[in-house]
């Protein structure tokens, strides 16, 4: 079906990116349009997902240029999902950055860098073309890349160098393969490649081509052995933006990669165990690395890493159960992740630091706060029925299925060493009698903010709470929807005929 | 139904709110749900009784086939009767034991969640909702075991019990899902009728070493017992309610209630045998040389808990029956024990049991109490403890060849606990009263009427086993054995050698008793064996992971750019070789490709020469240089394949590149060679290694066939339809303009970007 209001979630947010550049140092305005074009965004969300789950797939072609030689746009439930759950951690983190963002940063730039990061993946995610997906992911980096530098403390500057050169590698070896495939089919429509590369006779260089997309999009997700991006640079900037990257950065790469692999490269037996392999070896990489870090922080990056392990494992099974398993879990995991780095954030601006060792008695001092962080915390390790476990019956059902028992002992591993993790921070954090901590002189305690901003930082923790609440006991919904997802990952024919017409009957 | 396992839930939601008004003594109002609860599932005992079973379907995730399925027959009934009684008492007890605790609207909070997963669990019929419960129940006990936040112990204790229950958990979860793949249904019921498809499934020996995993983590037994003896930092309330009378015999529920589907098979009897019998036998004499009161009853649950999956191995219908009765007994003179423990703890402030004598002169009743259970749990006759003994020692008996062995096994485990619980029942209560405890008074009724129930009752089930006989065990019987088994408890069998076998033990015991004082010297005698216990050989274990994991993560994460780039770019080139090269000719075809001309030659030449002087030039100037030149014959390359266009926008990036180049590096420091003539030799290397793959791919490339579908259509129509001369043009403003668009708000957020590093400096203080 063909609708051109599928963009509005991108040009929302670039109009309001724009419309912050002309209140650049007005900081108190900066906040109000932030909040509230972010809620008008959510609205615009919750629109697209409900119209494309009554009424099927809509596209528009960019400029009415015909598919495939203009720019397709495309609001699939995959599609449209992702952008909803953008627009949910966008609003929690714009909120949250109303409390916790310093004003400093706020006069330079902060809200509508923010802004086009958030339009940069919504984007990303309605795009049905290769190339304007790469030009998506450069909106995406360089923006991000601002984020994490804004402010410009040696740290952030550090982290910063090893986020982008890592990334615009990642940019390069996608521009490399689009190129390659360009060669090869002389399209850069996603519908069209499907149809194209699946009649393509020389099938080494396609799965040549398809082994430079996965390390593209594998650098993206921080897969095993190509993560290491991401430990170096999450725990620098301030958390608000933390949020926002632990939330939806790599979760960009893991949509990638679903989309690429599922469409255009329906995967070999090469690839199943190469990406069966990688996605082990991530979560136990991410998972033993949570294991011995000491900042709160880290111990979630490492978390993030050991969990993009389990949705790569849920496509190297690539059973349509597992695929369920996989959106169910990116649903779960964004909500979750976004929280986690916020909780971080009071965390800090409770106590002033981020050391395991040097923190606790926050269950003595704050005991409904550490109750509400106490959600988050737990629906990550995924004790039944929070949001983290669901996802798990799925993989280990068709990983038993197939017989992929090496995955099936990786993600029981992975879920024990996170239950492990998370209940030594629960325990060092929240009942631990803390350390009489010095004052320090460059945090602004949570005491000392105006009730205002209290609000502004515990209330989108309530917020997304509440959502991984609702996706852990209502179960039952959210596996509809990743049904549904699941289903058309594995046919992909609705989402071809919705860009290029029915097919004929003669094509494969 | 689903209101009666799910209000303690709800009562544990409401306690964070409400729970600051009920601090003082309104909180024994609190006990009024265990005891409804009770009363209710107390109406069942007839209509169970009667062969029925009860079921309540309430609908949860259909799609995936998990509900609330609760099925309650004989088995489930004991085990919420036991659950919701024993609750009863330990909430009464609770209020008066930890009266006036600042966090007690908590604890409470707790104990009641823990009641309802606990009751969740044993009524689940659907095996997902079963292990949902279950978890439920481990994390119940974490909050618990850790409730005494402060001490690190007890943060460690708690820590370890998670691990284990949550370790075991994990692969009862797979266990599970297995099952549920194996059969196609989640449901216990339905699964019963599946026995011959499990057994002959080629996955049934990994099923069962999935459930065993689970259950015997649960019902700490051999080698992963000793989560339970840390747990004890508990209060004792919670050990008696958890980790003697109800969570830890979830392992031995999820045993029984899993044999008429996996068991009847040699590989789940021999198992269980050895297991449980390990178990019984190791922690039985553990318990005999332990000093405080809660590691001697911590020791003889566990072997208690080993006596029944041991009873469970056995498979026989004697061994089944006495499973039944046993965990009734335990469950009875245990948590009295427990609770009496908690008295004594909680008046004198020791649980030494050396120091500990004649406190029936201060504290009577409870005295009278201890000793029945006590007596229960020696099996001296008239106790209920003499029934369940003498059902085991018939099981023993009758089970073919291993009859002798097994039987020794199981006297000198019950001389042990015999001695065990006259350690813990009578020692502190008879004798001499040492001076400082003479001020001791009676505590609050509330606490000391609950033990004198539980341990009454042991007494009076023993003399009229008739009441619960058919009510309660047959059920149990029947649930476990699948079919409608044939006996009636009683107390007086004849002479037999169960009798004389009955004598052995309670003479052994005694004996023991009178020979062996507990002292520091004989603890210290066990402790030697210390560092070959399971629990150091676990512990040491985890700590070679994690100093591995240390290891692993720091080499990983080295903090060296180059090192990241290196693997990434390794893990790539390695993908490509393997792929490109991979049994396949690999053929260029050059005859395709067109002549290479004079001018073509001579401009690679320069840029190779550039190349060249890039890489090995010790001046920066220099190199920027080179690189500039690099540029400019890409200008004439896009030149002399007509590409006008692209080759003015590539002479103005590179004039600007090598302009701003030099602004820069007129600021650097002086150049410095810093790495090392290997380091460079291998980084060139897998240049070049990643470069010459990378070309070969693209020369594999050009050998294809083009498809100029959507170029043939962009000259025709640029002109036509989109109103542009040049094509390329067209192409970037119109048929693709999207991607411009968006190409150039990367510009401005870079600008941004620029301006913000060069002009934000963060005042000391705004730097968090």
Redesign the interface.
């Known amino acids: 079906m063909s609708n051109p209001y599928i963009i509005l979630p991108i040009i929302s947010q670039l109009f309001t990116a724009i419309l912050l550049m002309f209140f650049w140092t007005q900081k108190n305005t900066q906040k109000a349009i932030s909040v509230i074009m972010s809620l008008v965004t959510l609205g615009i969300s919750v629109w697209l997902l409900t119209i494309v789950l009554k009424n099927g797939i809509h596209v528009t072609q960019a400029g009415s240029w015909e598919a495939p030689f203009g720019i397709t746009f495309i609001a699939d439930p995959l599609s449209s999902l992702m952008v909803l759950l953008t627009s949910l951690a966008g609003l929690a983190v714009s909120i949250f950055s109303v409390g916790s963002v310093r004003n400093a940063r706020v006069r330079f730039g902060y809200f509508p860098i923010f802004h086009f990061l958030l339009m940069g993946l919504n984007g990303a995610f309605l795009t049905g073309d290769i190339f304007n997906l790469y030009v998506w992911f450069e909106i995406i980096i360089i923006s991000s890349f601002v984020l994490i530098t804004l402010g410009g403390e040696k740290a952030q500057i550090e982290g910063s160098i090893k986020y982008v050169t890592m990334n615009l590698l990642a940019s390069a070896i996608f521009l490399t393969a689009i190129a390659i495939l360009y060669g090869l089919v002389g399209s850069l429509n996603m519908a069209d490649l499907s149809i194209k590369v699946a009649n393509l006779e020389n099938r080494r260089l396609v799965n040549v081509t398809a082994i430079l997309f996965f390390v593209g999009f594998g650098i993206k997700s921080a897969v095993f052995p190509l993560h290491f991006w991401l430990p170096a640079s999450y725990h620098t900037p301030p958390p608000a933006i933390s949020a926002i990257f632990g939330g939806l950065l790599t979760k960009v790469g893991v949509y990638a990669l679903l989309r690429v692999f599922t469409l255009i490269f329906v995967p070999d037996e090469f690839m199943i165990n190469l990406i069966s392999w990688v996605a082990g070896l991530t979560i136990l990489t991410g998972c033993i690395g949570a294991l011995i870090q000491n900042n709160i922080r880290k111990v979630f990056s490492y978390l993030i890493v050991g969990h993009i392990g389990y949705m790569i494992a849920g496509l190297g099974m690539f059973t349509e159960a597992a695929l369920i398993g996989t959106v169910f879990y990116l649903i779960h995991d964004i909500i979750v992740k976004t929280n986690l780095f916020m909780v971080s954030g009071l965390i800090f601006k409770i106590k002033g630091t981020f050391s395991m060792r040097n923190l606790g008695g926050l269950y003595k001092e704050y005991p409904k706060l550490s109750l509400l962080m106490a959600i988050p915390i737990f629906s990550l390790v995924g004790i039944p029925p929070l949001s983290g476990f669901w996802a798990k019956l799925f993989w280990v059902e068709s990983g038993f299925a197939i017989e992929n028992f090496m995955l099936v002992a990786f993600i029981i591993a992975g879920s024990f060493l996170t239950l492990f993790v998370m209940a030594k921070l629960w325990a060092e954090v929240f009942w631990k009698d803390g350390d009489k901590l010095p004052k320090k002189i460059n945090v602004k305690y949570f005491w000392e903010l105006k009730p205002l901003k209290r609000t502004a930082m515990v209330f989108p923790i309530v917020f997304l709470s509440l959502i991984s609440l609702y996706i852990g006991l209502g179960a039952d919904h959210v596996i509809q929807l990743s049904t549904i997802i699941g289903k058309q990952l594995m046919d992909t024919t609705p989402y071809i005929e919705a860009v290029l017409g029915p097919i004929n009957e003669s094509q494969p | 139904m689903l209101l009666s396992v799910l209000s303690g839930f709800l009562l544990a939601a409401c306690l ?1 709110v409400i729970g600051k008004q009920i601090k003082g003594n309104l909180s024994i109002l609190l006990s009024a749900l265990p005891v409804i609860l009770f009363i209710y599932f107390l109406s069942f005992i007839p209509g169970v009784a009667n062969g029925e079973t009860y079921h309540f379907t309430y609908n ?5 086939g ?1 509900n609330f399925d609760f099925h309650l027959d004989g088995l489930s009934l004991l085990f919420t009767l036991l659950i919701t009684g024993i609750g009863s008492l330990v909430f009464i007890y609770t209020s008066s034991y930890l009266k006036g605790h600042v966090y007690l609207d ?1 604890f409470y909070g707790y104990l009641a969640m823990f009641m309802s997963s606990m009751l969740g669990l044993v009524l689940s019929d659907n095996i ?1 909702t079963l ?2 419960f279950w ?2 129940t481990s ?1 119940s006990s ?1 909050f618990l075991i ?1 409730f005494n ?2 001490s ?1 112990a007890s ?1 460690k204790s ?2 370890l019990a ?2 284990i229950t ?2 075991g958990g ?2 009862l ?2 266990g599970m ?2 099952l ?2 194996v059969t196609g249904s989640y449901s216990i019921v339905e699964l019963m009728g599946q026995t011959e498809l499990i057994h002959n499934h080629p ?1 049934f020996v990994l099923i069962l070493f999935l459930v065993f995993m689970g259950a015997f983590t649960k019902s700490a037994q051999f080698p992963f017992h000793f989560w339970l003896p840390g747990a004890m930092k508990a209060p004792t309330p919670v050990s008696t309610y958890l980790h003697s009378a109800t969570m830890v015999k979830a392992g031995i529920y999820l045993l029984a209630r899993f044999t008429p589907v996996l068991g009847n098979h040699e590989y789940w009897n021999t198992t269980l045998i050895i297991i449980g019998g390990v178990t019984m036998l190791y922690a039985a004499i553990h318990a005999v040389f332990r000093l405080d009161l809660k590691g001697i009853l911590a020791y003889s649950t566990i072997s208690a808990l080993g006596v029944l999956v041991f009873l469970i191995g056995l498979g026989t219908d004697d061994a089944l029956l006495a499973a039944s009765v046993f965990i009734l007994v335990h469950a009875l003179y245990k948590a009295t024990l427990f609770l009496v423990t908690g008295i004594i703890d909680h008046e004198t402030g020791t649980r030494d049991v050396s120091q500990l004598s004649g406190l029936n002169k201060v504290m009577l009743p409870v005295g009278i109490a201890a000793i029945l259970a006590a007596i229960s749990n020696a099996g001296i006759p008239p106790s209920f403890g003499f029934l369940g003994k003498d059902l085991i020692y018939e099981a023993t008996l009758h089970y073919g060849d291993w009859a002798i062995v097994l039987t020794v096994a199981a006297v000198l485990t019950n001389i042990c606990l015999l001695f065990a619980g006259f350690l813990a029942g009578i020692k502190p209560f008879i004798g001499k009263l040492p001076q400082k405890y003479e001020k001791l008074h009676l505590p609050s009724p509330l606490m000391y009427i609950p033990p004198m129930i539980l341990a009454g009752l042991g007494i009076v089930f023993g003399v009229l086993p008739m009441i619960i006989d058919s009510p309660l065990i047959k059920p149990v019987a029947a649930a476990i054995l699948n079919t409608s088994p044939d006996f009636h408890l009683a107390l007086w069998h004849g002479w037999s050698v169960v009798l004389l076998l009955s004598t052995i033990t309670i003479g052994g015991g005694l004996g023991l008793y009178f020979i062996l004082k507990p002292s520091e010297g004989l603890l210290a005698k066990a402790t030697r064996f210390e560092p070959i216990s399971p629990m150091s050989i676990i512990l040491r274990c985890t700590r070679i992971f ?1 100093s ?3 290891g ?2 720091y080499v ?2 080295n ?1 060296y ?1 180059r090192y ?2 290196i ?3 390794t ?2 080139s390695v ?2 070789a393997y ?2 090269f ?1 049994g ?1 000719d690999l053929y260029v075809n050059f005859g395709k490709l067109t002549e290479i001309t004079l001018y073509e030659a001579i401009v690679l030449a320069i840029m190779a020469v550039s190349i060249v002087f890039t890489v090995f030039t010790r001046s920066r100037l220099v190199a920027v240089a080179a690189m500039g030149i690099i540029g400019y014959s890409i200008c004439l390359i896009f030149l002399f394949y007509s590409a006008p266009d692209l080759a003015m926008t590539q002479f103005s990036i590179d004039t600007l590149t090598v302009i701003l180049f030099v602004l820069v590096l007129y600021n650097l420091p002086k150049y410095l060679k810093l790495s090392d003539t290997g380091s460079r030799v291998r980084d060139g290397m897998l240049a070049l290694i990643f470069g010459g793959l ?1 070309s070969l ?2 020369l ?3 050998n ?1 066939p ?6 043939a ?2 000259a025709e129509n640029a002109y036509t339809l989109a109103k542009g001369k040049n094509v390329v043009n067209v192409i970037l403003v ?6 411009t668009m ?2 150039i ?2 510009l401005s ?2 600008a ?2 620029v ?3 060069l ?10």
């Open positions: 964070p949860w995730v259909p799609q995936l998990i908590r997902i292990f949902i978890e439920l994390i974490f850790g936040n402060d690190e943060r708690s820590l998670l691990g949550g370790f994990l692969f979860l797979a899902i297995l549920g793949y996955y994690e591995t994991a240390k692993v993560t990983l994460q903090g750019l990241y780039v693997a990434i770019l893990f790539l993908l490509l792929k490109i991979k396949i990378i791919l693209t594999e490339v050009l294809e083009l498809e100029r579908e959507i170029s259509y962009y119109d048929f693709r303009g999207a991607d968006v190409e708000i990367v957020i870079a941004i970007g301006f913000s590093l002009k934000l400096r963060l005042k000391s203080i705004e730097k968090e």
